[in-house]
């Protein structure tokens, strides 16, 4: 099959895009100058993220499918953490012209396989010869109608509550970095988070005031939340899922560890979230995040600091 520098740029681009079906929110899709999507609330939730190998994923340790599984989840999450549905993704690529073409279209598989897992589509995007995979997403949403749930929205009283898995991918990480084999369940969630997307709507339907992905940690993104807010937020870890298999460190992972993209919201004392969910903590009055009264020692990823 060869490579992608072998196949050129416009034959890369007519491979790629007959692997990506196409959903109703697409009106026009790859082909043109610019794709168009459809957007009947008038309104569009937009997000976009960068990968860089070595940086963000290591072709020595996730495949190309995984690859991207993960690069479209980490976006898709951000806009259901709005409350909004999914629709599309644009996808810019760069890789060294070296890279196979095969390797190339199992990263568009996995894209568009998680865009289904959401209801969205792959819609269009850019192609280009760099020298390392590059991954420049930008994904789009529908409102509905409804408003944005923001990260400013929580209030003394509320009670904070997850839903989805949280330390995996962080635990799975670890074990990569020590050469380890396994658990397997705990490496594929490095490799290929799996968001609970039905998580926007059920908060919004529950009265959620606040909302936002997990990605960089637990205690991080909620001192995110509680600085927007202008409150504070009091986690019990005795109410946090912390598996055994996640192994001796697994409640750092649960607090500290990213990637698993799961959501964390506040809701109304008098509209509890549903079962699907796990109460964690309550909003106060104050600034910051406290776990079991104590400010946590260490918050999650910093991008910059590593």
Known sequence: MGTIGELGEFGLIGRLTRRLPQG??????????????AAP???????????VEGRHFRRDWSGPYDIGRKAAAQNLADV?????????LLVGFAAPPSTETAWAERLYDGLADECRRAGASVAGGDVVGAPEVTLAITALGDLGGGAPLTRSGARPGDLVAVRGRLGHASAGLALLAEGR???????????RPEPPYEAGAEARDAGATALLDVSDGLVQDLGHLAEA???????????????????PDGLRHVLTGGEDHAF?????????????????????KGAGVRVDGRVPDASGWDHFRG
Do not use: Y
Not at 25 to 33: E, I, K, R, S, Y
Not at 43 to 49: M, P
């Open 24 to 37: 109703p929110a697409v009106l026009l899709g790859p082909g043109d100058d610019a794709a168009v999507i």
């Open 41 to 51: 609330d008038g309104r569009v939730a937009a997000t976009t993220d960068l990968l």
């Open 80 to 88: 259901v953490a709005m409350g909004a549905r999914p629709t599309a």
């Open 181 to 191: 084999d396994g658990p397997a369940d705990l490496l594929a969630a490095h490799r």
């Open 229 to 247: 807010s202008g409150v504070r937020i009091d986690v019990d870890s005795a109410r946090l899922v912390v598996p055994e298999f996640l192994g």
């Open 264 to 284: 964390a919201g506040a809701f109304p004392p008098d509209s509890p979230p549903p079962p699907s969910w796990t109460v964690i903590g309550t909003v106060r």
